[in-house]
């Protein structure tokens, strides 16, 4: 699929910062043994190790993401995606 009309910063920007929160809410949801709302649960593990492990764990999926934009020449979006976890991933240095 030829993705080279949508190759702009801001198409790989919006989902770096969406699809983190978006795995860290499926992974709570699904593996944390609370039946706590999402929020609670955030609130429970915030100051602790494991709330720094969750953030590394979230950002997976968008160098999933990184690796098949970057596989189909689109670095632009890549750049985008990688640029949208950095908080992520600074946030969770700092926690551990």
Not at 23 to 52: S, T
Request: no cysteine.
């Amino acid at each position: 699929m030829n993705f080279n009309k949508f190759n702009h910063f801001l198409y790989g920007f919006v989902p770096g910062l969406l699809l983190p929160i978006g795995f860290m809410w499926l992974y709570l949801n699904r593996f944390y043994p609370n039946d706590l709302p999402f929020f609670e649960i955030i609130k429970q593990i915030f100051p602790g190790v494991l709330m720094g492990k969750i953030l590394l764990l979230s950002v997976i999926p968008n160098l999933l993401l990184v690796f098949i934009f970057y596989k189909q020449d689109n670095f632009k979006i890549a750049t985008g995606i990688i640029i949208g976890a950095m908080p992520y991933l600074i946030s969770s240095f700092f926690m551990i």
